[in-house]
């Protein structure tokens, strides 16, 4: 019984997260201070943790063939029929990301916690 309870929790818990449906609240303040004073929290973890974007070359690759091989029938004077089934080519690719992307949005999070505002899901 306990083992559902924690499953039960744990569903909610993913799907709160996945919904997106967290707000900033503040005990006095609206949704327009709320946007001012994250545009100042953006402001400032921007200058501690600018945008740094990294380039990176992800290599490609070939996976190797296999062959696989069996007798026609059980007997040992059968023939052998074998199946080469070819490997995979995976071209090279380039990407892109911000190396303090999310010690930004860290950062930005905790001002807005100092200064009052709570995330409710």
Same mark, same amino acid.
């Given at each position: ?57 992800? &290599?490609?690759?070939? +996976?190797? %063939?296999?062959? !696989?091989?069996? =007798?026609?029938? @059980?007997?040992? /004077? $059968? ?11 995976? &071209?090279?690719?380039? +990407?892109? %990301?911000?190396? !303090?992307?999310? =010690?930004?949005? @860290?950062?930005? /999070? $905790? ?11």
């Amino acid at each position: 019984m306990l083992h559902k309870v924690y499953l039960g929790v744990i569903a909610l818990l993913v799907l709160t997260t996945l919904s997106g449906c967290a707000t900033w609240k503040h005990p006095y303040k609206g949704e327009s201070d709320f946007y001012r004073d994250k545009l100042s929290c953006e402001k400032q973890a921007a200058q501690i943790y600018p945008t740094i974007i990294v380039n990176q070359l992800n &290599p490609g690759y070939q +996976s190797p %063939s296999t062959t !696989n091989c069996r =007798r026609l029938n @059980d007997d040992r /004077n $059968s023939p052998v029929v074998c199946n080469t089934t070819p490997g995979m080519y995976l &071209p090279p690719s380039y +990407s892109q %990301s911000d190396v !303090n992307g999310a =010690r930004r949005e @860290d950062a930005v /999070n $905790s001002c807005l916690k100092a200064g009052g505002w709570r995330l409710e899901y």
